[in-house]
């Protein structure tokens, strides 16, 4: 099992699953002036990574968060959570705060938005999460050097008490703990009976990531893996 800053999964899982982060204290007199407007440069920051695909995308404005999360529509929609289109995220003229977040599903997509950001130098502090080795060679090849690492040291304590490893691959994926793992198992229930698509239950889970740094596309893959391994165990067990 591996961990990437609080993900967890198997090492083939993790590498199709990237959060980059922009982090900057608004308060701060030089962050503010650094080379034009602090949203003016926050702004630019979605609009690169808004240009190479990713799976979600989350910027502050005028008092709201607004969520593109790959697969949800806004019929899908349901009480305060509410969906963005990329088009919308990255447009919107009210950008505030220096906070945006990205995730992609492809070390190429994080190489090219590295390598702009490092060419058009906003003044960001720019947080990148994945598998070290797959960080630090699209980081390589951007032209660029970490200087700072954190890492996982996994989960400690009374282990037995914990759901089942899917469950926790999926419920990781919001770093704030915001998707219950009862949840997280009735997706999959539904899922195991043709009453939700993989794709669809990924968005339920993700919505609740108000962070917006949940993976759909790789949530899918575990609820599918997920519902095709108990049912082979269902089978060998009848």
């Not at 609080?6 to 959060?19: A, C, I, N, Q, Y």
């Not at 702004?43 to 690169?48: A, D, G, N, S």
């Not at 490092?118 to 660029?144: M, N, P, Q, T």
Request: glycine letters at 10%; a positive charge; hydrophobic letters at 35%.
């Amino acid at each position: 099992m591996t961990h990437t800053n609080h993900r967890r999964g198997s090492r083939e899982s993790l590498t199709k699953d990237f959060v980059i982060l922009s982090m900057i204290e608004p308060t701060s007199e030089a962050q503010r002036t650094y080379r034009g407007p602090l949203e003016g440069r926050v702004k630019r920051f979605l609009e690169i990574c808004g240009g190479h695909g990713p799976v979600a995308i989350t910027a502050r404005a005028g008092g709201r968060r607004l969520r593109y999360l790959k697969g949800w529509t806004r019929e899908m929609d349901s009480g305060i959570h509410q969906a963005s289109t990329l088009e919308e995220v990255i447009g919107c003229e009210e950008i505030e705060g220096g906070v945006g977040h990205a995730v992609y599903t492809d070390r190429e997509a994080v190489v090219e938005v590295l390598r702009k950001l490092r060419e058009e130098d906003l003044g960001l502090s720019i947080v990148v999460s994945g598998v070290f080795e797959e960080v630090f060679e699209a980081c390589r090849r951007a032209g660029l050097k970490p200087h700072t690492v954190n890492m996982s040291l996994g989960t400690w304590g009374r282990m037995e008490l914990l759901p089942d490893e899917p469950i926790l691959e999926l419920c990781t994926m919001c770093g704030h703990a915001m998707i219950s793992r009862r949840l997280a198992e009735k997706m999959i229930e539904r899922v195991g009976s043709g009453a939700l698509t993989p794709e669809a239950a990924a968005v339920e889970l993700g919505k609740q990531c108000t962070c917006n740094i949940f993976n759909t596309v790789r949530a899918a893959e575990i609820i599918k893996r997920t519902v095709a391994e108990r049912k082979r165990l269902k089978m060998i067990n009848t």
